[in-house]
């Protein structure tokens, strides 16, 4: 353990006791207790490529314990004897599973036990990876040198944040990145020593600082990514590398940032854009993604002064390439939007368009996969849209499965958000092409028998190229977004895809007793709470029959001056996100009416809200609002009203007894708001169904996509309910279905249509 020496006491004995240079920098000398490992916390903040995994945490725990100001504060407490770079490499970090209590990841204070490790204490232990001495993963913290080292106060505080991220530095699998780091521990105590005994050569105190900061950098690098990952924090264990573009972001990553890290995956594979670490002509530009994300922009030659744009791996070694072409089952996945669709067969410098290209550079015969997204082919005389995959095979033949969308029946247009998956399932030989329209959630698969691929050797210089075909030649470059790159090492299916489920919540209420329902399926784990409080009280809706097994009942405001509702309840920001999707959405409902207004006056029981969510928090915006009511003309209408992130909104009313369906009370209606976006613009059609005719009619009107919430949201999602007040406007009736999607329904998929 650290010995802690009083600072009048301890700056006395190093007059006395410190040798060569040590006197002159006492006041940068670390060792007082460990009262310096927050500031060292900073250091592992600022690696790029572990960002989104401490922007992950603070959004899964949603409440005052996860942040950077905490964690730092934490790793001041002395988790001996089981910290140090040793301990963060030997594998025992990984006996423990994330969560917030007495055991495990426990953000409150240090353990004292193997498995009682703060978040705080594996920072602690990335600062003493910085420590001129060797924390032996066998001797741990009671080792001789480390002992003597911070026994006489000799750490240097490598508190140097304004440096690059060390990405660059540290390549290659687990073990060769050890090496590395444990050669940078050998060179940086020779010069520490150097230095502290006045031997020259020996590097300025600031020199020391930042190969100190450097080398902790260096180790969160390659030890916490690691440790993230095999919790799953972000992916799968079956993800090798994800790319998410979400660089650009300035305010995380600076402006015109240059690389792209694999933030979820089994591998270090990041990559750079264009040709040089520095700015260039080839490098694209960053644009906003899919469903608010990032993403990167390419360009065509006559675009870019005839250069290409792409990006591209750097320093891999055959163990990334080897795990990013798998030698069994794998998935390629990508989410594109094309700026434009080649209007020619002919090939050129331009066309046919390149998605990927991974190839080896010493050997171009050896393991290759080339993906080439939407082109033109001449069949018999007419040009047919177009998308192919090639593959070295390891019997060394190249099949290639190309599929012509023209003939399915796949229109394909510019400025449309499209999912991509290239899957191989070895137990069945089968190599198979999805593409699907994430605004309409059109799918076609086709697929081909082929054997596994060919592997890059360990003397293979692998190169993997997203957005163009060649980094020395100007070929082919893809025109448009990317927004997401995936690589797994099986064949997805399902939910496990990039576009998700489609599920974000779908409430049943079919509990029929107490105060919660539960969120039975989908992306968020928002459940709902009956009322104003978690106990019974009397704006609680009440437990009834519904048209599947149960539902709640509400009633209107004036029989008893309250708001009755259910509402959201112990969110958290990713839940609060999700519910208002950044694209095409469905917001379906089943409900009963039991009366309506007989008049037109709008008052606190006409309207009645449906569903709502909005952000009460500065700057936010009513997401989504859907009422039903009754006119000045005594129809019985429906209302959307939402508001966009420009400062527009919508506002429309949707007349069903006009369109030849009047609402009566005491029978079942499906009510749904289904928006299909196109590139930010879009159709919002409004839809009511009788569930016991199977009548139903629509209108639609223009919109856009929804707001989204803000950084720091006050939400407030209702079912049943426009207010929480005396402005009531409840819904008089019982209402046994509420579902929100993450894209345009189609009939087939609607609650209407699906098994309950």
Same mark, same amino acid.
């Given at each position: 353990?650290?010995?802690?020496?009083?600072?009048?006491?301890?700056?006395?004995?190093?007059?006395?006791?410190?040798?060569?240079?040590?006197?002159?920098?006492?006041?940068?000398?670390?060792?007082?207790?460990?009262?310096?490992?927050?500031?060292?916390?900073?250091? #592992?903040?600022?690696?790029?490529?572990?960002?989104?995994?401490?922007?992950?945490?603070?959004?899964?725990?949603?409440?005052?314990?996860?942040?950077?100001?905490?964690?730092?504060?934490?790793?001041?407490?002395?988790? *001996?004897?089981?910290?140090?770079?040793?301990?963060? @490499?030997?594998?025992?970090?990984?006996? %423990?599973?994330?969560?917030?209590?007495?055991?495990?990841?426990?953000?409150?204070?240090?353990?004292?036990?193997?498995?009682?490790?703060? %978040?705080?204490?594996?920072?602690?232990?990335?600062?003493?990876?910085?420590?001129?001495?060797?924390?032996?993963?066998?001797?741990?913290?009671?080792?001789?040198?480390?002992?003597?080292?911070?026994?006489?106060? #000799?750490?240097?505080?490598?508190?140097?944040?304004?440096?690059?991220?060390?990405?660059?530095?540290?390549?290659?699998?687990?073990?060769?990145?050890?090496?590395?780091?444990?050669?940078?521990?050998?060179?940086?105590?020779?010069?520490?020593?150097?230095?502290?005994? /006045?031997?020259?050569?020996?590097?300025?105190?600031?020199?020391?600082?930042?190969?100190?900061?450097?080398?902790?950098?260096?180790?969160?690098?390659? +030890?916490?990514?690691?440790?993230?990952?095999?919790?799953?924090?972000?992916?799968?264990?079956?993800?090798?590398?994800?790319?998410?573009?979400?660089?650009?972001?300035?305010?995380?990553?600076?402006?015109?940032?240059?690389?792209?890290?694999?933030?979820?995956?089994?591998?270090?594979?990041?990559?750079?854009?264009?040709?040089?670490?520095?700015?260039?002509?080839?490098? !694209?530009?960053?644009?906003?993604?899919?469903?608010?994300?990032?993403?990167?922009?390419?360009?065509?030659?006559?675009?870019?002064?005839?250069?290409?744009?792409?990006?591209?791996?750097?320093?891999?070694?055959?163990?990334?390439?080897?795990?990013?072409? =798998?030698?069994?089952?794998?998935?390629?996945?990508?989410?594109?939007?094309? *700026?434009?669709?080649?209007?020619?067969?002919?090939?050129?410098?331009?066309?046919?368009?390149?998605?990927?290209?991974?190839?080896?550079?010493?050997?171009?015969?050896?393991?290759?996969?080339?993906?080439?997204?939407?082109?033109?082919?001449?069949?018999?005389?007419?040009?047919?849209?177009?998308?192919?995959?090639? $593959?070295?095979?390891?019997?060394?033949?190249?099949?290639?499965?190309?599929?012509?969308?023209? /003939?399915?029946? @796949?229109? #394909?247009?510019?400025?449309?958000?499209?999912?991509?998956?290239?899957?191989?399932?070895?137990?069945?030989?089968?190599?198979?092409?999805?593409?699907?329209?994430?605004?309409?959630?059109?799918?076609?698969?086709?697929?081909?028998?082929?054997?596994?691929?060919?592997?890059?050797?360990?003397?293979?210089?692998?190169?993997?190229?997203?957005?163009?075909?060649?980094?020395?030649?100007?070929?082919?470059?893809?025109?448009?977004?990317?927004?997401?790159?995936?690589?797994?090492?099986?064949?997805?299916?399902?939910?496990?895809?990039?576009?998700?489920?489609?599920?974000?919540?779908?409430?049943?209420?079919?509990?029929?007793?107490?105060?919660?329902?539960?969120?039975?399926?989908? +992306?968020? +784990?928002?459940?709902?709470?009956?009322?104003?409080?978690?106990?019974?009280?009397?704006?609680?809706?009440?437990?009834? &029959?519904?048209?599947?097994?149960?539902?709640?009942?509400?009633?209107?405001?004036?029989?008893?001056?309250?708001?009755?509702?259910?509402?959201?309840? !112990?969110?958290?920001?990713?839940?609060?996100?999700?519910?208002?999707?950044?694209?095409?959405?469905?917001?379906?409902?089943?409900?009963? =009416?039991?009366?309506?207004?007989?008049?037109?006056?709008?008052?606190?029981?006409?309207?009645?809200?449906?569903?709502?969510?909005?952000?009460?928090?500065?700057?936010?915006?009513?997401?989504?609002?859907?009422?039903?009511?009754?006119?000045?003309?005594?129809?019985?209408?429906?209302? @959307?009203?939402?508001?966009?992130?420009?400062?527009?909104?919508?506002?429309?009313?949707? *007349?069903?007894?006009?369109?030849?369906?009047?609402?009566?009370?005491?029978?079942?209606?499906?009510?749904?708001?289904?928006?299909?976006?196109?590139?930010?613009?879009?159709?919002?059609?409004?839809?009511?169904?009788?569930?016991?005719?199977?009548?139903?009619?629509?209108?639609?009107?223009?919109?856009?996509?929804?707001?989204?919430?803000?950084?720091?949201?006050?939400? &407030? %999602?209702?079912? !049943?309910?426009?207010?929480?007040?005396?402005?009531?406007?409840?819904?008089?009736?019982?209402?046994?279905? $509420?579902?929100?999607?993450?894209?345009?329904?189609?009939?087939?998929?609607?609650?209407?249509?699906?098994?309950?």
């Amino acid at each position: 353990m650290k010995l802690v020496i009083s600072i009048p006491i301890l700056f006395l004995a190093m007059l006395f006791l410190l040798p060569g240079n040590a006197t002159a920098y006492e006041g940068d000398i670390e060792g007082l207790g460990g009262d310096t490992h927050n500031y060292l916390a900073y250091d #592992v903040f600022a690696v790029d490529s572990l960002k989104p995994y401490f922007n992950e945490l603070i959004r899964y725990g949603n409440n005052t314990n996860y942040t950077y100001s905490n964690w730092a504060k934490h790793s001041n407490w002395e988790p *001996d004897p089981q910290h140090g770079w040793g301990y963060i @490499f030997s594998g025992n970090l990984y006996n %423990f599973d994330l969560n917030n209590n007495g055991t495990g990841w426990n953000l409150l204070r240090g353990g004292t036990t193997t498995n009682e490790f703060t %978040f705080g204490a594996l920072l602690h232990g990335l600062a003493d990876s910085a420590v001129p001495a060797v924390h032996d993963p066998v001797a741990w913290e009671y080792e001789d040198a480390h002992d003597y080292w911070e026994s006489e106060a #000799v750490d240097i505080v490598p508190n140097y944040t304004d440096k690059p991220a060390p990405t660059e530095y540290l390549q290659g699998n687990l073990e060769t990145r050890q090496d590395a780091l444990e050669a940078l521990k050998i060179a940086y105590v020779a010069s520490y020593q150097n230095w502290w005994n /006045n031997v020259p050569p020996y590097p300025s105190l600031t020199e020391l600082q930042y190969t100190a900061a450097k080398t902790m950098q260096i180790a969160a690098d390659a +030890s916490l990514k690691q440790y993230f990952d095999n919790l799953n924090l972000l992916a799968p264990s079956n993800v090798i590398a994800d790319w998410t573009f979400d660089e650009g972001d300035s305010t995380t990553y600076g402006s015109d940032h240059q690389y792209i890290y694999t933030h979820r995956g089994s591998t270090n594979a990041n990559l750079v854009r264009g040709w040089t670490h520095g700015a260039d002509m080839y490098d !694209g530009t960053w644009d906003s993604g899919y469903d608010r994300t990032g993403a990167w922009h390419g360009k065509l030659l006559s675009e870019n002064s005839g250069g290409q744009t792409y990006c591209k791996s750097f320093n891999w070694t055959g163990y990334e390439g080897q795990k990013c072409l =798998p030698s069994g089952s794998y998935s390629f996945e990508f989410i594109i939007n094309p *700026d434009t669709i080649p209007s020619t067969a002919a090939e050129n410098s331009d066309n046919p368009p390149t998605l990927m290209h991974v190839y080896d550079r010493n050997n171009t015969t050896t393991a290759k996969i080339i993906v080439r997204s939407f082109y033109k082919e001449n069949i018999g005389g007419s040009l047919h849209d177009y998308i192919i995959v090639g $593959v070295r095979a390891n019997n060394n033949t190249w099949p290639c499965l190309g599929v012509d969308l023209t /003939n399915a029946g @796949f229109p #394909v247009a510019a400025g449309k958000w499209y999912y991509i998956a290239i899957d191989y399932y070895q137990p069945l030989s089968r190599l198979k092409m999805m593409v699907r329209n994430l605004a309409t959630g059109q799918e076609l698969e086709q697929s081909i028998t082929c054997p596994p691929l060919m592997q890059f050797s360990t003397n293979s210089e692998p190169m993997l190229l997203i957005g163009g075909e060649s980094d020395d030649s100007d070929l082919r470059p893809f025109d448009g977004k990317i927004d997401r790159v995936r690589i797994c090492n099986n064949a997805v299916g399902g939910s496990e895809r990039l576009y998700n489920d489609t599920t974000i919540a779908y409430w049943k209420f079919n509990e029929n007793t107490g105060q919660l329902s539960q969120n039975t399926s989908g +992306s968020s +784990s928002a459940d709902l709470q009956f009322g104003s409080t978690t106990s019974a009280d009397s704006y609680d809706p009440t437990w009834t &029959t519904g048209l599947y097994n149960y539902a709640i009942k509400g009633k209107k405001y004036t029989v008893s001056n309250k708001a009755i509702y259910a509402k959201d309840t !112990g969110w958290t920001l990713r839940d609060k996100e999700k519910m208002s999707p950044g694209n095409s959405y469905s917001i379906e409902t089943i409900v009963n =009416p039991t009366s309506y207004a007989t008049s037109g006056t709008w008052n606190n029981v006409n309207p009645m809200g449906l569903v709502k969510y909005k952000d009460s928090a500065t700057g936010g915006k009513t997401m989504y609002n859907i009422q039903t009511f009754t006119d000045n003309d005594l129809h019985r209408k429906v209302r @959307f009203y939402g508001e966009h992130a420009d400062g527009t909104y919508t506002d429309y009313i949707f *007349d069903p007894q006009a369109a030849g369906l009047t609402i009566n009370t005491g029978t079942w209606y499906y009510i749904a708001a289904i928006y299909t976006d196109n590139d930010g613009t879009g159709t919002l059609e409004l839809i009511v169904r009788n569930m016991s005719t199977g009548s139903m009619v629509s209108g639609s009107t223009t919109s856009k996509r929804l707001a989204g919430v803000t950084t720091t949201p006050s939400t &407030t %999602f209702l079912v !049943g309910s426009e207010y929480t007040t005396s402005s009531g406007r409840c819904f008089d009736g019982k209402i046994d279905e $509420v579902r929100i999607s993450n894209r345009a329904l189609s009939n087939a998929y609607r609650l209407y249509s699906i098994s309950h």
